[in-house]
């Protein structure tokens, strides 16, 4: 990343960002007199109403509608008032660390639950599990605490102590726990793998200030092992720092390449370009995305498409083309808002319509995870030409240059998947609390592990004691999707990411393609080529278009 003007901030401002995006955070700005005089009409108005309204009223929530108003009014989804424990977990996820025990926790059952203990933590290693229930901190009773309360507890400063107790199933004292606070780092990267054939697979789940780092490692261990090609799965990646899209995206462009380009109506437009050469120029590489990749995970996308240094497989992205900027605000929240748009090296935006439904869930084709999906109309879509030659659409979202479905079931199994999602969060703790109960049961279970038709019966008594009216008929005619989400919990609770992604990898089509093309590949051109958008062929067909492959010309 070049240490000019990638690295440039305009004066007094800090790039930050969350999950949702790229942003600023800046010093908030002086109100002119004539919005001074409109603050002051609302307060008379909030103070009548104070003072002779018929019935009491609560003068801060008035405020509070006030404000969240304002904002709504803007009409942007993106745009939103933070209160100070939403701000908080935003700074954490994109710092990637925080002072605490390590647990991932959610409320289950009016319980502050354990999801997952973080791998390396003190909550890992002094043997917390998921599906524990958090039922004291510091000999106090939290039941009936919410999560976000309770997990604020549990955080502070490195070294210092903390005293949990703790419920598990078919134990029935309260356990005792008390574990010293570390720095927990959260990994952008949970792991790394080398696939058949030399093929390396490295996911990236978000975009906080150690991403860049922990791919650059990724690489260099899968290097050591003999990588000849490359996967980068970015599906679900809802995005994160700015400037983390822009130094992951410099790993794999030449010194000088356009990365993205940041206009805003405040200031002048902002070009971050790649500082240096890129260590594996020769590497053929694939980018996978989803509708679930946004903002950041869509820079680094957008970039290497243009670039023509990854062929993209799979769905279009969220098309979340604009950047935030955080003014805190007075009484301790902070106001998120839309104050720029972002654009490709070849000049897109793909700023998706807020308005525009992203999926037809009712007609839309169902995925063996359980997600509707559907192609969108790419009709209308404004046509660009990458640096290659290759033909590459704006408009919402980053287009693949290979369309490829996720696994689906058929009509009569959608239909029914449907029905057990229609449930809502019981069925995902459902299955959470039979993953715990099973691998209790089952504590010398091995990877290849089966779900089968009795398991599938155990689980859906597990539904029927959480109050789930879904009858054993319609759970086993979605018993294709039940079984997958099943084992998938399972050998996430067993062996963690690395062990659900070997569990699912036979189950996952757009993988399979992205290996299946890297193994025929020599290089990136060989990719594109064999994918069918060969590089020059928008720019070939323009010419002929207009006479240029005519030889009387």
């Not at 109506?265 to 995305?289: C, H, I, K, T």
């Amino acid at each position: 990343m070049s240490k000019g003007k990638a690295l440039a901030v305009p004066g007094a401002v800090a790039v930050l960002a969350v999950a949702s995006g790229g942003w600023f955070l800046q010093a908030d700005m002086g109100l002119g007199a004539n919005l001074y005089v409109r603050t002051r009409v609302l307060e008379e108005v909030v103070t009548r109403i104070e003072r002779h309204f018929v019935d009491e009223v609560d003068v801060e929530g008035l405020y509070d509608a006030a404000l969240e108003g304002v904002v709504g009014r803007l009409g942007d989804p993106n745009s939103t008032l933070l209160q100070a424990p939403d701000w908080e977990d935003m700074r954490i996820r994109t710092h990637g660390e925080y002072g605490g025990v390590g647990l991932e926790v959610a409320d289950r059952d009016s319980f502050v639950t354990v999801v997952a203990p973080i791998p390396g933590t003190p909550g890992s290693r002094a043997g917390l599990r998921p599906g524990d229930r958090i039922v004291e901190v510091e000999g106090r009773s939290v039941v009936g605490r919410g999560t976000d309360e309770v997990a604020h507890i549990l955080r502070g400063k490195p070294g210092t102590g903390v005293r949990m107790g703790v419920r598990r199933h078919g134990v029935e004292r309260i356990i005792p726990f008390e574990i010293t606070r570390e720095v927990i780092q959260l990994k952008a990267v949970p792991f790394a793998a080398l696939l058949e054939g030399g093929v390396g697979y490295v996911p990236v789940e978000i975009f906080n200030e150690m991403t860049t780092e922990e791919v650059r490692a990724g690489l260099d261990s899968l290097g050591a092992e003999g990588m000849t090609s490359l996967v980068l799965d970015l599906r679900r990646n809802r995005g994160g720092l700015l400037l983390e899209g822009v130094g992951l995206a410099d790993l794999f462009l030449d010194a000088g390449s356009d990365i993205v380009e940041v206009r805003g109506r405040a200031s002048p437009p902002e070009n971050f370009r790649a500082g240096g050469a890129q260590a594996r120029p020769d590497l053929p590489m694939v980018v996978l995305v989803d509708n679930g990749s946004a903002s950041a995970a869509e820079i680094v996308a957008g970039a290497l498409q243009d670039h023509d240094r990854a062929l993209l497989i799979g769905a279009a992205t969220f098309g979340k083309g604009s950047v935030q900027s955080l003014f805190p605000v007075s009484d301790g929240r902070v106001l998120k808002l839309t104050t720029a748009r972002w654009y490709t090296p070849s000049g897109r935006s793909i700023q998706k319509d807020p308005h525009e439904q992203l999926v037809d869930i009712e007609n839309g084709a169902v995925s063996l995870r359980g997600e509707v999906v559907r192609p969108p109309d790419l009709s209308d879509r404004p046509g660009y030409v990458s640096a290659g030659g290759r033909a590459v659409l704006g408009g919402g979202g980053i287009v693949p240059d290979l369309w490829v479905l996720p696994d689906t079931v058929t009509g009569a199994e959608a239909e029914a998947v449907r029905k057990l999602f229609a449930v809502g969060g019981d069925y995902v703790r459902g299955l959470q609390s039979w993953a715990v109960r099973y691998l209790q049961a089952h504590p010398d279970l091995e990877p290849g592990f089966a779900v089968t038709d009795a398991d599938l019966a155990d689980f859906h008594r597990t539904l029927a004691e959480r109050g789930v009216k879904i009858s054993l008929a319609s759970l086993r005619r979605a018993s294709r999707t039940v079984r997958y989400h099943l084992g998938s919990e399972i050998a996430l609770q067993a062996w963690e990411d690395r062990g659900r992604f070997l569990r699912n990898a036979g189950h996952d089509a757009q993988l399979r393609r992205a290996v299946e093309l890297l193994l025929a590949a020599g290089s990136q051109q060989d990719l594109f080529g064999l994918a069918g958008t060969p590089p020059g062929g928008a720019r070939a067909a323009e010419d002929a278009e207009a006479g240029g492959n005519d030889p009387a010309r």
